[in-house]
């Protein structure tokens, strides 16, 4: 008897287990490949964009396919008040890399990015050219000083403009090379969390409206690590504190893409849609107003 | 609801019962003296009471249904009267009896034991009709037993699944989803405890033993005002009480697990008990060959998972005026993996041996508590007090452990522990008081309150890391989080006249949080109206607020849901529900309700796009998008016959139930989860003989909703931390769904009498056919059969057999 609840238990456990798996056709829209642009437009800068093709669901990703992703002879043009500014032009070294010749962006204007391509959908994208962030440094200070190092925080002020949904992109540069901050918070706040309306991508930290609502805020940045010992600074040099407006699309793009990275690995996480506004195809075109502020450091 | 609607309501509620009472002081049936019979209604052989029971007076076709004590109380004017005592599944009591003073009759009633198709033309039918209640119904467990089940014993949840209006989770799974709702929306109570999480093995197997439950009610929309705390639904799970006659009880031998339950009197009819326990094997089989498998590679260590539960139960009987009942629950899940290896020595050319230790530990466990303790009181024959003491608690915790040594020449060298835990919970503790006044006939009165203390456990996550020379720990979650609910009500079950009848009641609620303190008054209303014979229309209204959310990544009821309270920032989930139905009673006991519902529902929270239980080092409030709003709507159809050779019903649902967030899907309404367009049961039971029972369940439904990708491009963004990976682009929220769903399930029982006991094998098929239905559907990138999606199956024809001895 034993014997027989034995294998009836053996038989439950195996029966429980099996599972088939096997390809299925789902009615989903948008089967088509796509054309991906992402692109910043700025005031004083020839804009670079990247254009490639969308993989669809049935196509198999090969990293070393990188043709794969190529769009050939595509007509990408940006206008202005639905007059054409310019046309597009591949470099010729890098099939995905499109360059307009033209930089005279004035803010406020807006700019509207046609595209087409035999056997994709056509893309539409529009964007508008922001104001200067209008910001300024307020306390400058050396955080922490070994020998012959240091390290620093700062203040700064950002004066939001009520009149536009603005949002924010600062980070340390110095001989094009980013310095990370270890901490970010803004005044009047506990010091223990970053809030959540600040998001750090790389080095750069990207700043929700929601912050300034129109108000006058104060950051506060610390300095990761010693600046000589840990990042190459020279005892003085001249960097600079470089601060963006960049439009709401592109801060949409920016923070909705690097959830779903921060995600990737964790099978429990919650899908991330991405939030971008090219209208038949994928990515972005944003629009950005850079303000740098240089600084001179001595170490003491 | 605005609040100014509700304060409407609060006097027009005044006003309605202050016109009744005044209009019915003029009636000359209630200036008449009236004379009151009370008593209880129980089961004849094992003196179980017997819930909705009813008792009716067959000449004016005046009665009144038992509450969930199985207590009545009708008030009739002096005189001979023919009493009818009845419940479904049992054969009727009828007396005449001649009322000139207050009489207490407590009765009895024997199982029917007739098999062949009887048309029941009583008055009965017509009194359930009227009786019932729109959006509720009500399971005598007695009648499900036949049914087939995954495991060889029926699941009462995966049974309230195949009701209209309620939806199943994913494949196999006890998830409940109720016109919408989900399912923290559930109010699920063993016998008067609210159960935080129903599931064992991952959500299979619930946690209630069929063997120790008597009854199941399950009310959708039309809420009495006694319930309150949730917005969907509220399945009210009642123990046996256990048999005052003789002792009885029996075991059953089901492939996943083994269990027994045995009931009795203690020394005298006066005081009862039951008891039931459950446990798998799959350990027992698991950890050898695991065992076995580690020793072969040059380790030790096993993999197990068992999960067990116990019910308890005692009742004394002091008086006929004083009952006393403690019940109590216990059961725990576990999955357990631990491994330990020593690497065998290896050698540098100076001669030093080396070797390795590792050692790695991972557990899971989860499991509910809940313990009752219920007096029941009898102040008069017109007033009855149960008062509940309530204790319940749910935990959830994993812990792994990592820890690597090395050594040279037996001296330790390196040293590394990584240690992660993870634990939450909730628990409470209440007391509540409910009184059911009868003054009059024409007046069923409920009212009481109730204190609650939840203490919430969101998610406390530790993680210690060590190395040879330093440890360091950090812990990160939310703190302990206490608060308050207080709870009254009151509702008045007002006949108006013959063809009339109306449930009126006001439930108010205070939750008080981290100082701040939510206050609800949410009007409920029910009409019921006699059409003609056997004919009543119908119509409900009920507004609901929630306290408590639950924080869910998946649909499979997972242990890891959390369940949170609301707070300074995030409110408590509010709903209205406004029904309209119809009920039938057909000929040869069938019987036919139709309803239509819209429910609207504010306040809700969801996992952020991106968020997770588990992998960000955050506080859970932080990961949450609040002010969410819901609406659904549909219609259902039931047909069932209750009685009879041949028993079962066919459930239809079209519905339609969306979400709405700012902060997920761009702000845009979204199909939720288990918005399925088409849900249909038909559920069949036959008695061919009487040895053998037929029974047969097939399902079929719209595809689960979800959300997949669409394609997938390079980030080349210059300067961000994920340039040169794939971004995914996904379909708009849930808007892509599986394949349908449909199975076939198939039981039969050979039931043999012997002298001492009673013998039942218990054959199921689970999905006959074999149908492939989606478990999950995702994405692979696959080399050899191309890229695309791919459904995972499980639980494809899965035969199962129990054997049952009943003593």
Known sequence: MNKLYFKIVLIGIVFLSISCEEKIELDIPNQTPRMVVQGVLSPGENPVIDLRKSYTIAERIIDEHMNMQQIYFPDL?????????????????????????????????????????????????????PSKPNVYITNFEYSSISSNDYKFSLKINIQDNPDEENYYAYTLVSNNQYYPFYYTNYEGESNNQQDPSITQINYEFYVNDKLFNGKLKTILLDQFGYMINNWGFKAQETFWIECRSITKDYYDYKISTNKQGNNDFDIFAEPVLIKHNITGGFGVLGSSNIQRYPLTIQTK | ??????????????????????????????????????????????????????????????????????????????????????????????????????????????PAIELKEVEVKDKRIDLQIMNSKLGSIHLPINNLRSLPSLTGEIDILKIIQLLPGIKSGNEGSTGIYVRGGSPDQNLIMLDGVPVYNVNHLFGYLSIFNSNAIQNIDVIKGG??????????????????????????????????????????????????????????????????????????????????????????????????????????????????????????????????????????????????????????????????????????????????????????????????????????????????????????????????????????NPGVKSLSGSVISADTTISVGGNQISTFEIDYYAEDEIKINKKLSTNLGLHASHFIVESKIYSSLQPRIQLNYKLKENWALKSSFSSMTQYIHLLS????????????????????????????????????????????????????????EGASFFMEFSNWDEKVAVNGKGDSYGIELLLQKKEGKTTGWIGYTLSWSNRQFDELNFGKTYPYRFDKRHDLSIV???????????????????????????????NTQPNDTWNGRLITEYSERNSVRMPIYH?????????????????????????????????????????????????????????????????
């Open chain 1, 77 to 129: 043009r940006l206008y202005k008040d639905n007059q054409l500014v310019a046309s597009f032009v591949v470099n010729p070294l890098d099939p995905f890399s499109y360059s307009l010749n033209y930089n005279n962006f004035k803010v406020g204007e807006k700019y509207v990015l046609r595209g087409s391509a035999k056997n994709f959908p056509d893309i539409y994208a529009e964007t508008v050219i």
């Open chain 2, 1 to 110: 609801m605005d609040n100014r609607i509700r304060i409407v309501y609060v006097l027009l509620l005044i006003f309605i019962m202050l016109f009744h009472k005044s209009h019915a002081g003029i009636n000359k049936d209630t200036i008449a003296r009236k004379i009151i019979i009370s008593g209880y209604i129980e089961d004849y052989s094992s003196g179980e009471k017997l819930v909705g029971a009813n008792i009716y007076e067959s000449a004016n076709f005046v009665g009144v249904s038992c509450n969930n004590y199985g207590f009545y109380s009708l008030s009739l004017p002096p005189g001979n009267h023919q009493i009818v005592w009845s419940y479904m599944g049992y054969q009727s009591v009828k007396q005449l009896i001649k009322l000139s003073k207050d009489t207490a009759i407590n009765i009895r009633l024997k």
């Open chain 2, 223 to 456: 809420f009495p005002a006694r319930f309150g705390g949730r917005l969907s639904s509220v399945i009210d799970i009642q123990s046996k009480d256990g048999n005052n006659k003789k002792v009885t009880g029996n075991i059953v031998f089901g492939y996943v697990c083994p269990q027994i339950t045995i009931e009795g009197p203690v020394f005298s009819e006066k005081t009862s008990f039951l008891f039931s326990a459950r446990r798998t094997y799959v350990d027992l089989i698991m950890r050898p060959l695991t065992k076995a498998d580690n020793e072969a590679n040059g380790g030790s260590g096993s993999t197990g998972y068992f999960f067990y539960d116990l019910n308890a139960k005692i009742n004394h009987r002091f008086n006929n005026n004083n009952r006393l009942f403690f019940s109590i629950y216990n059961g725990i899940d576990r999955f357990q993996n631990d491994e330990e290896k020593t690497s065998s020595y290896f050698y540098d050319f100076n001669g030093s041996a080396y070797k390795n230790y590792n050692y790695n530990e991972n557990s899971m466990d989860w499991g509910n508590t809940t313990a009752s303790l219920r007096w029941n009181h009898l102040f008069n024959n017109k007033l009855f007090l149960n008062t509940t003491f309530t204790y319940t608690k749910y935990h959830f915790n994993t812990f792994s452990e990592d820890l690597r040594e090395e050594y040279q020449n037996e001296i330790l060298t390196d040293r590394q522990r990584y240690v992660l835990s993870y634990n939450s919970g909730i628990s409470d503790i209440g007391l509540r008081f409910d009184f059911d006044y009868n003054p009059y006939t024409n007046h069923q009165i409920k009212s009481g309150f109730s204190v609650v203390n939840h203490d919430f």
């Open chain 2, 553 to 608: 990544n998946t649909s499979f009821g997972l242990p890891m849901d959390l369940w949170v309270p609301a707070t300074s920032k995030i409110k408590p989930q509010q709903s209205w529900q406004a029904a309209l139905g119809i009920s039938h009673a057909l000929k040869r006991n069938y019987e036919l309700t139709i309803e239509t519902y819209y429910k609207r529902m504010s306040d809700l929270i969801e996992y952020k």
């Open chain 2, 684 to 714: 069949v039971s036959h008695k061919l003989k009487k040895t053998i029972e037929l029974s047969g369940v097939w399902v079929f439904s719209t595809g689960t909703a979800m959300t997949l990708p669409i394609g997938f491009y390079q």
């Open chain 2, 743 to 807: 199975r076939l399930d198939l039981g039969i029982n050979f039931i043999k009498e012997r002298k001492k006991y009673t013998r039942i094998w218990n054959l199921s098929l689970y999905n006959t056919y074999g149908r492939k239905n989606p478990f999950f559907v995702y994405y692979d990138n696959d080399y050899n059969l191309g890229s695309g999606f791919k459904q995972l199956s499980v639980l494809m024809f899965i035969p199962s057999i129990s054997y049952q001895i009943k003593f």
